[in-house]
């Protein structure tokens, strides 16, 4: 049968793929994308906790699901964000390689 | 709970995540970001949580996978620059995966198996949302607003 730590370990293994798209690619959008495969590595995790944790009356804990739809719509924001940056940013240097952005690396 | 639909789905999702983080095709990469959202949906769907995997759907496949072919397009000048390969990176990916999975195995009441459960409607979630939450729901209505005018401000040209 599959428990909940079968879940937990999808939900990490999806994490830490996220983690080095972001720590390895160079690509700003490619790093945006990894970002929200982190972002949902937890919303995956939130939901699993719903289901097995049941309430008296025999329904799942929904105030997980709640958390997961408030996380989804402040991640559409960020991602609204953070594209218009990139492509303001692509405007004004014609790049979108993280190395070639680094005036504030000291 | 269906076993063989878990290791299944767990696979397409996985592959498909990999796929996107990896690629160096900038347009099959983000064609494999929104098939391993269509994964994680799934997930949902198998856990009983109709509303957010819908929510889901439509958010990343609809909008956010669109808006990124969008930006995709919009900056499509460098290609191919490709630079060495980054260890220490991939080095430090694996010790959080391992540092992960070290606390998810060690912990305690994880083995247990789902509980039969009724179906969860989107009626009970839509008044939670309206009642217990509706505070976080208005400050999020205000951060999108927010969100919105700012991506319109960031992109608009200069008058000179």
Same mark, same amino acid.
């Given at each position: 049968?599959?428990?909940?730590?079968?879940?937990?370990?999808v939900?990490?293994?999806?994490?830490?793929?996220?983690?080095?798209?972001?720590m390895?690619?160079?690509?700003?959008?490619?790093?945006l994308?990894?970002?929200?495969?982190?972002?949902?590595?937890?919303?995956?995790?939130?939901?699993?906790?719903?289901r097995?944790?049941?309430?008296?009356?025999?329904?799942?804990?929904?105030? %997980?699901? !709640?958390? #997961?739809?408030?996380? @989804?719509? *402040? $991640?559409? %924001?960020? !991602?609204? #964000?953070?594209?218009? @940056?990139? *492509? $303001?940013?692509?405007?004004?240097?014609?790049t979108?390689?993280?190395?070639?952005?680094?005036?504030?690396?000291? | 709970?269906?076993?063989?639909?878990?290791?299944?789905?767990a696979?397409?999702?996985?592959a498909?995540a990999?796929?996107?983080?990896?690629?160096?095709?900038?347009?099959?990469?983000?064609?494999?970001?929104?098939?391993?959202?269509?994964?994680?949906?799934?997930f949902?769907?198998l856990?009983g949580?109709e509303?957010?995997?819908?929510?889901?759907?439509?958010?990343?496949?609809?909008?956010v996978?669109?808006?990124i072919?969008?930006t995709?397009?919009?900056?499509?000048?460098?290609?191919?620059?490709?630079?060495?390969?980054?260890?220490s990176?991939?080095v430090?990916?694996?010790?959080?995966?391992?540092?992960?999975?070290w606390?998810?195995?060690?912990?305690q009441?994880?083995?247990?198996?789902?509980?039969?459960?009724?179906?969860?409607?989107?009626?009970?979630?839509?008044?939670?949302l309206?009642?217990?939450?509706?505070?976080?729901?208005?400050?999020?209505?205000?951060?999108?607003?927010?969100?919105?005018?700012?991506?319109?401000?960031?992109?608009?040209?200069?008058k000179?």
């Amino acid at each position: 049968m599959i428990t909940l730590g079968d879940y937990l370990i999808v939900s990490g293994i999806l994490f830490a793929i996220g983690f080095a798209g972001v720590m390895l690619r160079r690509n700003l959008i490619i790093i945006l994308m990894s970002l929200e495969l982190m972002l949902n590595a937890a919303n995956l995790s939130l939901v699993a906790f719903s289901r097995f944790r049941v309430s008296p009356a025999g329904l799942p804990n929904y105030n %997980a699901q !709640v958390f #997961v739809f408030f996380i @989804i719509t *402040v $991640a559409a %924001a960020e !991602v609204a #964000v953070g594209l218009a @940056i990139l *492509v $303001a940013l692509f405007r004004a240097r014609q790049t979108t390689d993280v190395k070639d952005i680094s005036e504030l690396k000291f | 709970m269906n076993s063989a639909a878990f290791v299944v789905i767990a696979i397409f999702t996985l592959a498909a995540a990999l796929a996107a983080a990896t690629l160096r095709k900038l347009m099959h990469a983000a064609l494999s970001f929104a098939v391993a959202f269509v994964g994680l949906a799934s997930f949902f769907f198998l856990l009983g949580a109709e509303f957010v995997g819908l929510a889901l759907v439509f958010i990343y496949i609809g909008a956010v996978a669109v808006l990124i072919v969008f930006t995709i397009l919009l900056t499509r000048r460098d290609v191919g620059k490709d630079r060495g390969f980054n260890w220490s990176g991939i080095v430090i990916a694996l010790a959080m995966f391992g540092a992960l999975t070290w606390s998810i195995l060690k912990t305690q009441s994880l083995a247990i198996v789902a509980p039969h459960i009724r179906a969860l409607t989107v009626k009970q979630i839509g008044a939670a949302l309206m009642t217990t939450y509706v505070w976080p729901l208005q400050c999020v209505g205000l951060l999108l607003t927010a969100a919105l005018i700012g991506a319109l401000v960031l992109v608009m040209e200069e008058k000179r």
